[in-house]
């Protein structure tokens, strides 16, 4: 196995090509959450009419994916890399298909597909037309463009892509179980996926699914939303630590969903209120653009 099929080298081989590309690097949002769409570079940038070209790699927790470590291609916890441009470049498809060829994809030879998949993320307002891209007939990434985020239009239009890292890696390295993966070599040792995760999966797994304590999650869950409120009520509202209090909470409301503890009309009225709260959010951070704008 070439060393340039490690997951650790392909993301960097993605990393270099999107920065050619005319992207900046930038890091991680650190905290929990459950899809890189969540990135504040992403739900700020993409509600404001203005040039910008973003590449991280986001670590994303779904408790609800959670299968305690035995299923060779679902995990709660995996990593997307995501590129974020606005406006979307003309030639962005073909420019994606470049980068499948960086990472020595045979374009030609396989079955490379863009099947439509409209996208929406319901609790931050945030939807567009897409297509999954399936190799082979595995969906290894999303594409989409944004028409709203934070339930404001978005113009002009942001496209985000959403590499599947860890499903890319299996076609690369022919692999059938994502534990199995090479993610480096170390000391002249091939370290494997499960190497890194498996245990970090199944103890994460447990928790997810049987041993989360669901008053406790209920008091910080709402602790959180109420605190989000109040900092961007704020005279001087604080924008950022409002969405990130926003963002745990809706980590801990899918904790709750994963354990079934809300019923229907609870869990519609809860997606209502993370809508509700992420456009204040967004008007506000709107507003302050523009006032600084003027000023």
């Not at 945030?126 to 007939?137: F, T």
């Not at 109420?226 to 509202?237: A, D, F, G, T, Y």
């Not at 993370?274 to 204040?280: T, Y």
Request: aromatic share 12%; net charge positive; proline share 3%.
């Amino acid at each position: 196995m070439n060393n340039k099929t490690y997951l650790q080298n392909i993301i960097k081989i993605l990393e270099k090509f999107w920065e050619k590309n005319g992207c900046t690097i930038i890091p991680s949002l650190d905290m929990q959450i459950g899809a890189g769409t969540f990135h504040r570079e992403t739900f700020f940038n993409a509600i404001l009419p203005k040039k910008f070209a973003r590449i991280y790699l986001q670590a994303c927790r779904r408790p609800s994916d959670s299968r305690h470590a035995t299923s060779k291609n679902r995990l709660q916890h995996y990593y997307q890399l995501q590129v974020v441009i606005s406006p979307p470049p003309i030639n962005i498809q073909s420019t994606y298909i470049n980068s499948l060829k960086k990472l020595k994809v045979d374009i030609k030879k396989e079955d490379i597909k863009f099947v439509e998949d409209n996208w929406e993320n319901k609790t931050i307002g945030a939807s567009g037309i897409g297509w999954e891209v399936r190799i082979n007939g595995m969906e290894v990434t999303q594409f989409t463009y944004f028409q709203k985020v934070a339930s404001l239009d978005c113009n002009p239009s942001t496209v985000e892509i959403t590499y599947g890292l860890e499903r890319i890696a299996m076609h690369i390295q022919n692999q059938k179980n994502i534990y199995e993966l090479i993610w480096s070599k170390e000391n002249f040792k091939k370290v494997k996926y499960k190497n890194l995760f498996l245990q970090n999966e199944i103890e994460q797994s447990y928790y997810n699914l049987k041993e989360i304590n669901v008053k406790e999650i209920f008091y910080f869950f709402k602790k959180n939303m109420k605190e989000s409120k109040r900092l961007i009520c704020l005279n001087m509202p604080l924008i950022y630590p409002s969405y990130e209090h926003m963002l745990t909470s809706i980590h801990q409301f899918n904790l709750l969903d994963t354990k079934k503890c809300l019923s229907i009309i609870e869990r519609h009225n809860y997606i209502r209120r993370f809508r509700k709260l992420s456009k204040l959010i967004a008007k506000t951070y709107i507003n302050k653009m523009l006032n600084e704008k003027h000023n």
